[in-house]
């Protein structure tokens, strides 16, 4: 299949770009910070009440923006074979990874169809006490954006998202990531900076370009190296981070290459739909994976049906 050309992407990502650009102006981010603030005001007295280790997350994301852990600490039911099965698409899925970034393409990912047909990695993001963690985390219903198997070819490119960012769907972001091998430092771990001083919102307005340590030393100072986390560890590393709030990154591989599971929660009415659904799963196959769902973890699926029309007519940007 020949690959879509510049321009045919950019047409597609032109109304996702004018509709960010539109909400960025500044009396339309004052109506919808103080829409927002309300919001989390009238959530705050149901939230889910959290113990053990999944309050200690919470509380570590509100302080750190990032916690690191393992399957076997978390406990969910399924997780060994849901690593196992994501380490076996990885290795199929090796080959092509590694031919495709030798042509260029700067971010690769598992097939999507092949998580459908392996629906086990799907459902496990689904867990009721990874969508308390989310609930709690986020103040407001969370919506599940599914689920991506990440292979990073260690070729040692610094591209994509492999430079520092923040990413684009909310004001506030879950992502847990699994991996599925061993991660040092030399594998390309994830890395976030722990600054709130790096924090955007409402009222200042928000800004996603991407940058690479001398950008960043420019923007943030020297001293900022400091404060990023890598987090290295063995497969069946969890890592639960905000995406949005924190300048985070894979950190370019070069010894070995590294996959990762990658699960993604924010509001069910985030700031930023048509920036969403960045997993390449269908909508017919959420769809499906969904239909038979408890009533929680389908309205979690299928957060796209509480936005207005305007906003589900806007096809999500590529970028």
């Avoid at 989390?40 to 007295?45: D, I, V």
């Avoid at 699994?178 to 919102?201: A, S």
């Avoid at 924010?266 to 799963?281: D, I, K, N, Q, V």
């Avoid at 959420?286 to 936005?307: N, T």
Wanted: positive net charge; proline residues 6%.
């Amino acid at each position: 299949m020949k690959p879509p050309s510049e321009r045919s992407i950019w047409l597609r990502n032109l109304p996702a770009r004018t509709m960010l650009k539109l909400l960025n102006q500044p009396r339309v981010r004052t109506t919808l910070g103080d829409r927002y603030e309300r919001a989390l005001e009238q959530h705050r007295s149901i939230l889910p009440r959290l113990s053990g280790i999944d309050a200690e997350i919470v509380a570590a994301l509100d302080r750190d923006g990032v916690f690191v852990t393992t399957v076997d600490a978390l406990g969910l039911s399924d997780s060994g074979t849901i690593v196992g099965t994501a380490a076996m698409l990885a290795e199929q899925f090796a080959p092509e990874a590694r031919a495709r970034a030798a042509g260029g393409e700067a971010f690769t990912i598992v097939p999507p169809e092949r998580i459908v047909n392996n629906p086990a990695i799907y459902f496990w993001g689904l867990h009721d006490r990874l969508l308390d963690i989310a609930e709690s985390y986020i103040g407001l219903p969370p919506a599940y954006d599914g689920v991506a198997i990440n292979y990073t070819v260690a070729d040692g490119r610094e591209i994509s998202t492999r430079k520092w960012h923040r990413d684009w769907e909310d004001r506030r972001m879950l992502k847990v990531a699994v991996y599925v091998h061993d991660v040092d430092e030399g594998g390309g771990p994830f890395q976030m900076i722990r600054r709130h001083d790096t924090l955007q919102n409402d009222s200042d307005g928000f800004d996603y370009s991407l940058a690479d340590d001398t950008e960043l030393e420019r923007r943030l100072g020297a001293g900022f190296t400091r404060d990023i986390v890598s987090c290295t560890g063995k497969a069946g590393t969890v890592i639960f981070t905000d995406t949005a709030r924190f300048f985070h990154r894979g950190k370019p591989a070069i010894e070995r290459d590294r996959a990762a599971i990658f699960y993604s929660y924010f509001a069910s009415r985030p700031r930023h739909p048509f920036l969403c659904e960045r997993t390449g799963m269908t909508r017919g196959d959420i769809a499906r994976l969904a239909h038979a769902l408890p009533h929680r973890q389908r309205d979690a699926a299928l957060w796209r049906r509480r936005l207005s029309t305007a906003l589900r007519i806007i096809p999500p940007a590529t970028l």
